[in-house]
């Protein structure tokens, strides 16, 4: 029995199920080792600063490198052909804009969240400024939490065979439990060896997974692509544009739009720039994003091998015999080029990935909520190291919590669309408001305030009245009928409306920026405070 027939055979769940055993005893172990010894605010948010930027580098791509993109962009490749080649593009390029544009200077003001960050540009109102912060933030990553929680259910529920109620339940509690250990008993420290751990992983079984594929085409690039054209069900017009994005001006308009939402939502992810404060220095940060950069990159490219191959090995109709969406393209390619033993470590690595990245976001999460909720925001900063850490150790269940719940309400929901939508919502909230605080010397705090709330709101609604909600077969809402803004993705007009609505608010301001303040908030932008 395959894949495409529903659950796993017991003789072939047992070697994923010991590899992933194996990855989940050595990294509670590691995770407990390096916990945090002390409870201080540093250690717990920014973990170890002296690592190299290689490892810097493998975080950041651990934290990046999603569910989604191991198993959904495969998936996408193999059924669209040249149309998920280009969404790989969108997924990589994210990061150059990271790199030349926020990376160092949100790094040189030395600080633990984008909270202090602003905070300090906008030190006036700057407790209404990190509420709103603290709001965006939550509702991002709980997005991007459940979005890895319900792929992570799905998947299980597969392998096992045993698709209930109660196993997904199951299921749920047990991915989002170890998730809460991770943050909560291991901090920033115990989080960072995951994501390391799994990128090693990632590109040594990408790596054997590519080999083993271009060997079966005699290193072939012109035969990959002919094969995959071939049993893709389209023929030529697999290798062009249209299958996916092409078929009318909506369609095109939704892939710009979620083009837009991913180049411009992973600098302002929390987990993301959480990880982008870790490095001690603005050497360590810029070599260690150049490492992201390049791993990104060769994980996109293979994944594009894969897919391509998925076409020309499986078959686009075997393919969605398993899954119409494509997500088991990835591991029915494995399974028909290197037997159970590869299928068990594609298994293996997924799970690893859902793990790793739900551990960074909710990191990122409970910091927000602890630091900038509680410790400025309610405490104004009258605070104690050691209260500070257990609040945040217990944001992290709080957080794990609301994530599971909403996980197992929205079992059907699509963790691509979740994703995606997460990334909109950070580029028409959170980027606004990082970009205008770093390079805009007039931006004001009643621009920010406008620029987060609007933004959030905006794309919120938009995706409300979207088919992403109703009136499709694919909806959640399919019987309702209330979707009047056509595209599935709002970042084609949140995005815009998110800079435009904390430019309004500036300039309606009826107060001036400190321009000596800003000065000195440049200064240290530029300068790299160590």
């Known amino acids: 029995m395959t894949l495409a027939s529903g659950a796993m055979p017991l003789s072939q769940l047992r070697l994923p199920l010991v590899l992933f055993l194996v990855f989940l005893a050595v990294t509670m172990f590691t995770a407990i080792i390096n916990s945090p010894h002390r409870d201080e605010v540093g250690e717990f948010y920014l973990g170890n600063r002296k690592l190299s930027p290689l490892r810097y580098g493998m975080a950041m791509c651990g934290d990046y490198i999603s ?8 998936g996408l490749v193999c059924l669209t052909g040249y149309d998920g080649l280009l969404y790989l593009v969108g997924t990589a390029i994210g990061w150059i804009m990271v790199l030349l ?12 969240t984008l909270g202090d960050t602003v905070a300090l540009r906008l030190r006036d109102r700057q407790r209404p400024v990190r509420l709103a912060l603290g709001v965006c933030a939550l509702v991002v990553s709980v997005l991007y939490l459940v979005a890895q929680l319900v792929a992570s259910v799905a998947l299980l529920a597969q392998f096992t065979g045993m698709p209930g109620s109660t196993a997904r339940v199951l299921c749920g509690l047990l991915v989002g439990c170890l998730v809460v250990f991770y943050v909560a008993v291991g901090g920033m420290p115990g989080t960072t060896f995951i994501q390391i751990a799994k990128t090693v992983l990632l590109v040594v079984v990408v790596a054997v997974a590519v080999v083993l594929v271009l060997r079966h085409f005699a290193w072939s690039g012109d035969d990959l692509l002919g094969a995959a054209a071939a049993h893709s069900g389209h023929g030529d017009a697999y290798l062009r544009p249209g299958l996916q994005f092409g078929g009318s001006t909506a369609s095109k308009l939704d892939f ?9 939502g992973v600098g302002g992810l929390p987990h993301i720039v959480m990880r982008l404060l ?33 076409a020309a090995i499986v ?12 997500n088991s393209a990835v591991l029915l390619l494995a399974q028909s080029v290197g037997g ?17 990245v ?37 944001s992290a269940g709080a957080v794990g919590v609301l994530g599971i719940l909403i996980a197992l309400l929205a079992g059907d929901w699509n963790a691509a669309s979740l994703a995606f939508l997460a990334f909109a919502i950070a580029a028409s909230s959170l980027v606004p408001t990082i970009v205008y605080t770093l390079f805009w010397p007039r931006f004001t705090a009643g621009g920010a305030l406008l620029g987060l709330y609007g933004g959030l709101g905006c794309s919120l609604v938009l995706v409300a009245f979207s088919p992403l909600v109703s009136s499709t077969p694919a909806s959640l809402l399919p019987s309702a009928d209330v979707a009047w803004f056509p595209l599935q993705n709002p970042g084609i007009v949140s995005v815009p409306v998110g800079f435009l609505l904390g430019w309004l608010g500036t300039v309606l301001s009826s107060k001036t920026t400190d321009v000596a303040a800003y000065r000195a908030f440049e200064e240290r932008c530029l300068t790299a405070a160590e």
């Open 67 to 74: 569910a989604a993109t191991l198993l959904g962009s495969t």
């Open 358 to 394: 739900a551990a960074g976001v909710t990191l990122a999460a409970a910091s927000s909520l602890a630091h900038d909720v509680y410790a400025h925001g309610i405490r104004r900063g009258r605070v104690e190291d050691r209260q500070e850490v257990a609040v945040a150790r217990v």
């Open 256 to 264: 710009f739009s979620l083009a837009l939402s991913m180049a411009l």
């Open 340 to 356: 159970t033993l590869l299928m068990a470590a594609f298994s293996c690595l997924v799970f690893a990935t859902i793990l790793s």
């Open 278 to 310: 870790s490095p001690g220095t603005a050497r360590q940060l810029r070599r260690a994003v150049l490492w992201t950069v390049g791993l990104v990159g060769a994980v996109c490219l293979a994944v594009g091998v894969l897919g391509l191959s998925a």
């Open 315 to 326: 078959g686009t109709d075997t393919v969605r015999a398993g899954d119409s969406t494509g």
């Open 101 to 112: 544009l926020i990376a160092e200077p949100l790094r040189n003001t030395g600080l633990f």
